[in-house]
């Protein structure tokens, strides 16, 4: 099994988590947090689609990401273009709230179909590919993917290769906010789907 096929196996199994995670709860629920220390189940979820469409659509290509596409910010009604990655508390609960949950379904669909045909585009040679700390600066810090965090996000993922990349952002990363996520379930008292 090459890297590609791999990444597509654990991929794929991703797929039904989000749906499994609001499944029951109000839009309240998915909309706030149950305890100050934890992340709200929009935020969440729109964490990972913007997570996985800079990893993709700008550092692993020079593509243009999901979100830049058509009325989306305007559709989405998010002001903040970063990952959210260092987020306040404040500008966590605040994105939650404002977001549009219909089109945050949208997107995240949208990013999930371009990062199929983006990664089956990719050679695989390519992914063992050291990331360019330019590239990740003009990324995270130039167009502020990575919001106050910037600089640590750089400095974090320079020497690494393209396919550690992916694997990180697009796959243990989503699987451990989702882990976060089903807790922040379980915390409003909704079943575990398991």
């Known amino acids: 099994m090459d890297a590609k096929q791999f990444f597509f196996e654990r991929y794929e199994g991703f797929q039904e988590y989000p749906e ?3 499944a029951g709860l109000s839009e309240t629920q998915v909309r706030q947090s149950p ?8 935020w969440a979820l729109w964490h990972l689609a913007r997570c996985e ?6 550092v692993l ?10 009325d989306r910010v305007a559709r989405l009604r998010v002001s903040n273009r970063g990952t959210g990655t260092g987020m306040t508390r404040a500008k966590v609960s605040a994105l939650a709230e404002e977001i549009d949950l219909a089109e945050l379904d949208t997107y995240r669909a949208a990013v999930t179909s371009r990062t199929r045909a983006t990664v089956r585009s990719i050679p695989s040679a390519e992914l063992a590919s050291t990331l360019s700390p330019a590239r990740l600066r003009q990324v995270f810090m130039d167009e502020g993917a990575g919001g106050d965090v910037a600089a640590k996000i750089v400095e974090a993922y320079t020497g690494q290769t393209k396919g550690w990349l992916l694997g990180h952002l697009v796959l243990t990363h989503h699987y451990y906010h989702v882990g976060q996520a089903f807790a922040v379930r379980v915390m409003h008292g909704a079943a575990n789907p398991w």
């Open 35 to 42: 305890h100050p220390r934890v992340n709200p189940i929009a």
């Open 20 to 22: 499994q995670l609001v």
């Open 61 to 70: 290509t020079d593509g243009v990401q999901v979100l830049d596409e058509g």
């Open 53 to 58: 469409d800079v990893c993709v659509n700008r």
